[in-house]
């Protein structure tokens, strides 16, 4: 069964929330979902293997870019610190908002690619196990429910 993409763009958004830094000025937003997606390749890449993440990122980033022009710009680089490059330039030429809604779509994209390989419930449990420690408890707002 295919990812539901509103669950995939709020499960995205939530990263993306979770990432930002009070206080960060000019290029918060596109800062905060660079780092989310940094976040997601490291954690994920302990389950998948770093290359098998890479290439669902490389193809994300493929698939969303002749929506996302900041995604011409923008690299994923495996293996390399950051794994979201040239961010301040996507910034420069598009905008805080712009290059963040791209970063924001790569993501979406490379959730609902797990998803499809793995299933759509096996996909959300490994995000949100993957997922540093303080974001677990509201990584998935129906888990968080149905534990009440």
């Known amino acids: ?17 979770r990432a930002r830094v009070p206080g960060d000025a000019g290029a918060a937003k ?27 990122f ?19 680089r495996a293996h390399s610190k950051p794994y979201v490059g040239r961010v301040a330039e996507a910034v420069a030429e598009y905008g805080d908002t712009a290059t963040a809604a791209a ?4 993501l979406v994209g490379m959730i609902e690619l797990l998803g499809r390989l793995i299933g759509v419930d096996m996909a959300m449990n490994l995000i949100e ?11 998935l707002p129906e888990k968080r429910r149905a534990k009440a």
Do not use: K
């Open 58 to 76: 490389t193809r994300a980033r493929a698939e969303a870019q002749d929506d996302h022009p900041p995604l011409e710009i923008l690299e994923v």
């Open 1 to 17: 069964m295919p990812p539901d993409s509103s669950t995939t763009q709020r499960l995205a958004r939530q990263l993306i929330d």
């Open 30 to 56: 596109a800062s905060a979902a660079a780092f989310a997606v940094e976040e997601l390749y490291q954690s994920l890449s302990r389950w998948i293997g770093s290359d098998g993440c890479h290439a669902l």
């Open 129 to 139: 196990r993957s997922w540093p420690e303080p974001a677990r408890d509201n990584a």
């Open 103 to 106: 970063i924001e779509s790569m």
